[in-house]
């Protein structure tokens, strides 16, 4: 199987300190990837990289096989809707609903004067209705971000990761902020994704418990270097709702 999302050999580094040295990474279709680092180790810089909101000093980077680097401009946001990314702190408008927050996973795939007039066509709506229910939140499509519970507010997120027609999704930290139990949930439901709609994951992680209850593979980064990379043991993943 080729790999959705690869990076060969990026290196990035910021005055004097080395943030990225020769780091290769390759993710596949319907597989869960944990980094796990101390802060400082490159993650960050690792995830920054992939989606060129900080261009590497040295490297590759191929989406679905097409390279990433190099492209500007609209190239550059057509490859990008294959990467989807979900945040620790959400990065929802909260006034809006979890409907519209969801449909802004459609804006760069939406004519420019539908944007501004928020219309957005009923094909859209249904996508985005559908990742709602896809995540469990089927009965609160309507209702404002801002008084959703944290993990209902990452379940949206991870909603319009998946209206964008993400193939691979980079989450930073997806569950730094939610109590135990809604984190675990998370994970099931990235991990779930992974399963039932082929996405590439690629998480970053400072829990080890998590990152072996969950991944296929733990890669371990260090002073921004990837010092291991281990394969875990086939399991099954109760879901957790």
């Excluded at 492209?71 to 490859?79: D, Q, S």
């Excluded at 501004?116 to 859209?124: N, R, V």
Aim: proline letters at 5%; a neutral charge.
């Amino acid at each position: 199987m080729s790999p959705i999302l690869q990076a060969m050999n990026l290196s990035k580094r910021y005055g004097g300190r080395q943030a990225l040295a020769s780091v290769s990474i390759a993710i596949e279709p319907g597989e869960f990837v944990v980094v796990l680092g101390a802060s400082g180790s490159g993650k960050t810089t690792l995830f920054r990289c992939l989606t060129r909101l900080t261009e590497p000093d040295t490297g590759e980077i191929l989406i679905g096989g097409q390279p990433l680097h190099g492209l500007k401009g609209r190239p550059l946001a057509t490859a990008r809707r294959q990467i989807g990314v979900v945040f620790q702190q959400f990065n929802l408008v909260r006034r809006l609903s979890a409907m519209d927050n969801v449909l802004a996973g459609r804006l760069s795939a939406t004519p420019f004067w539908r944007v501004l007039l928020g219309q957005f066509d009923d094909a859209d709506r249904a996508r985005a209705a559908d990742a709602l229910q896809a995540v469990g939140l089927a009965g609160h499509i309507e209702q404002r971000s801002d008084t959703l519970s944290g993990g209902q507010q990452q379940r949206v997120a991870v909603a319009r990761a998946l209206v964008q027609d993400a193939a691979v999704i980079l989450a930073d930290e997806p569950v730094a902020s939610l109590d135990p139990e809604t984190a675990t949930s998370i994970l099931s439901l990235l991990h779930g994704l992974t399963r039932s709609h082929g996405i590439g994951v690629l998480c970053t992680l400072h829990q080890p418990e998590l990152a072996h209850r969950f991944a296929d593979r733990i890669v371990t980064m260090e002073a921004g270097y990837i010092i291991e990379t281990a394969h875990v043991p086939n399991r099954v993943v109760e879901p957790v709702v």
